[in-house]
Every structure is written in C-alpha cells, then in structure tokens.
C-alpha cells in the first residue's frame, strides 16, 4: 500500500510525461467552488421540496409545469455566482501548455470555461446557453436567472435551457468527441465522480491506454481498472502538481 504522498508524486511524474491527458470530471470537481453534489446526502436530490428534484428537472415537468421548473432552477441551478477552483485553473493551465486535449465533465455550471479550459465537452449540457423554443435564438445564463416569470425570447416563445433533463437524450456530437477523445488519450483522468451516473461508466470503456487515474475521496467499483487510484480531495491532488 503506497501512501498518499508517493501517489501524488506518481501522478505528477505522469502529467508532466504527457501531451495528450483527457480528463473526465464530475460534481466533485465543482462542490469544492460551493455548488452541492446533487446526489450526495445531503446534496440537492436530498433537500426537500414540493417535488422530488429528479422529478422537477424533467422534460414533461419542464413543460406541464413550466414556471414551477424556473422557481427551483434559479433557487438551486444558479452557478453564476461561483467560482472556479483550484482544480479547474490547473486544467485549464495544463491545456494552455499543450498536454489536455479535452475536459469531458458531467457538470453543467460553465466553471470549466470560467477558469479558461477551451475544448470542454459538456455532457449534461450548460446552464449558460439557453435557447428559444420557438425560433431558436441564444440567451445567456444571466438572462435566464434574473427576475422571476417564465423567461420568454422576443419572439414570444419560451427559453429553455440547454441542459439535458431527465427523459432526454444527450447530444450525439458531445458524446461522439467524447468518445474519441478518450480513445485516443494516452492518460485519462477520472475525477470527483462515483462512475454510477450514465454515460460515465460506458465512456471509460473507450479506454485503451495503460495510465487511467482514479481521484476521488471515496471508492469507486472502477478502483481495480485504474493504473492508479488517489483517495483525497481533488484540490489537494491538483494543488500539488
Ligand atoms: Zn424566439
């Protein structure tokens, strides 16, 4: 049993030996900027409200029940105010030097890009881009978040986030890049997430290389794959390299 610090010295000596990392995030890498790990104990699918959150964040609510999906999704979805974290800043400072190809995350809070990450695949989709309904036309995220009645685009259609809810699917172009680039990765690096949440665990089998990196604080049924497994917070990992 290697102790910790012999595998952050291991995991750095990776890095620096590579130029093709793909790295592949979930809500771990954002609760360490302050935004709740939805299905964690006491993340958002555990906090009370009129509905169950997986219920309010579905297709069918979204539609039947429009302006009670916006009072939860300003109350709970806003990431506007956060900011990005250690983790995010060193991945975007490792893209800048050439050695990650592509950030795959399974967040949907915009903290990637925040921090400076370019090629970002965004598999849940982006609270920032929203679309009308009706003619198509793009709203920001602050358009979107301010005032509180259904948002609607000049046109008189409604604006609905480009945001995968619950009974859609996910944009074949995301998952297609995705996948490519995890195929084609050298290192691959696994982060703040279970590997429970679909498509992630499907993903990583695109995997053909001889370094995957598993950080993440609890265990993971993936743990026996990896080439090496980190059980610590993410900020201590990416804050040592
Ligand atoms: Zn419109």
């Not at 890498?29 to 009370?48: A, H, M, W």
């Given at each position: 049993m290697e102790d910790l610090q012999e595998k952050i010295n291991k995991f750095k000596e990776i890095i620096n030996n590579s130029k093709n990392i793909v790295f592949f995030?979930?809500?771990?890498?954002?609760?360490?900027?302050?935004?709740?790990?939805?299905?964690?104990?006491?993340?958002?699918?555990?906090?009370?409200?009129?509905y169950p959150p997986e219920e309010i964040l579905s297709h069918t609510f979204f539609i039947n029940h429009t302006k009670e999906f916006y009072e939860f999704y300003r109350d709970k979805m806003n990431s506007l105010k956060y900011e990005p974290n250690i983790t995010h800043l060193k991945l975007a400072e490792l893209e800048s030097n050439g050695q990650i190809k592509a950030v795959i995350t399974q967040n949907i809070d915009g903290l990637h890009q925040k921090a400076g990450s370019k090629n970002v695949l965004e598999l849940h989709g982006s609270v920032l881009r929203n679309y009308c309904m009706n003619c198509n036309k793009f709203y920001t995220g602050e358009a979107v978040f301010k005032g509180s009645n259904i948002p609607k685009c000049t046109c008189g259609g409604i604006i609905k986030p480009d945001v995968?809810?619950?009974e859609e699917g996910l944009d074949d172009d995301t998952v297609f890049k995705a996948i490519n680039a995890i195929a084609n990765a050298d290192v691959l690096i696994i982060a703040g997430t279970s590997l429970t949440v679909y498509p992630a665990s499907g993903l990583i089998n695109y995997y053909r290389g001889n370094k995957l990196i598993l950080i993440n604080k609890d265990k993971t049924a993936y743990d026996d794959r990896a080439n090496l497994v980190i059980n610590d917070a993410l900020g201590n990992v990416f804050g040592s390299i």
């Open positions: 995030g979930g809500a771990g890498v954002s609760t360490e900027s302050g935004i709740p790990d939805f299905r964690s104990k006491d993340g958002l699918y555990n906090q009370i409200y009129k995968v809810l619950y």
